[in-house]
């Protein structure tokens, strides 16, 4: 039977004191998402970047258990668009998430398969409730500070990314004169599309 555990997760680092995997995602793994289809190209010609790392506490992945950990969103750009994780729905719909900000800028990209949408905004100290069945994907709105989330979730959901590979998000986040901006993804498929 397990034993009760504790670990440290102390500013500014945010580094998780214990953590069995430690996931490191670069922009090759990216391909299709970012609207600017030539500024991919051109930086990853360059450089395979890492965009995001995620902390995992490794625990059993059925129900009751409760899987957590770290992600980390690295600040810059592709084209005008801002870094971002792959995004995903979870394999079992009908199971939600709870994101707290520890530091950095960003936001939450969210929808449904029905195409509803939200976004909500990541700053530290936010607690974020991801209901059911919305996909969710982390984007990194800061000009040089990492976005870091402590995210919690059920250890039976599993990760469906296929489904946004192949349809996307609803909604992009852009960088215009300076600022964020929400705009309608123009390859995005709705749902009678698909
Ligand atoms: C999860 C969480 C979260 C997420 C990371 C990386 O269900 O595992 O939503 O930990 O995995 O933020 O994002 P991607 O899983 O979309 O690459
Ligand atoms: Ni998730």
Redesign the pocket.
């Known amino acids: 039977m397990d034993k009760p555990n504790s670990f440290e997760l102390t500013g500014p680092e945010f580094i998780p004191s214990q953590y069995d995997h430690h996931?490191v995602?670069k922009l090759s793994s990216m391909v299709g998402q970012y609207l600017d289809i030539e500024a991919y190209q051109e930086i990853l010609a360059k450089d395979d970047l890492v965009l995001?790392e995620?902390y995992?506490i490794k625990r059993p992945e059925v129900a009751g258990e409760l899987?957590h950990?770290v992600?980390i969103v690295h600040p810059g750009k592709v084209g005008q668009e801002y870094f971002m994780?792959?995004?995903?729905f979870?394999t079992v719909l009908n199971t939600a998430?709870v994101y707290y900000c520890l530091k950095g800028q960003g936001m939450m990209v969210m929808e449904t398969p029905e195409g509803d949408w939200a976004i909500e905004e990541l700053y530290p100290g936010r607690v974020l409730y991801v209901p059911p069945r919305w996909a969710?994907?982390?984007v990194n709105t800061a000009s040089n500070s990492d976005l870091m989330?402590f995210?919690i979730?059920p250890g039976n959901?599993g990760?469906d990314?296929g489904t946004i590979e192949q349809q996307g998000f609803r909604k992009l986040i852009l960088e215009e004169a300076g600022q964020p901006k929400v705009i309608d993804n123009p390859r995005w498929k709705a749902p009678g599309a698909r």
């Open positions: 996931i995602r995001y995620v995992e899987l950990g992600s994780t792959k995004g995903h979870h998430e969710h994907r982390s989330t995210f979730y959901s990760h990314y």
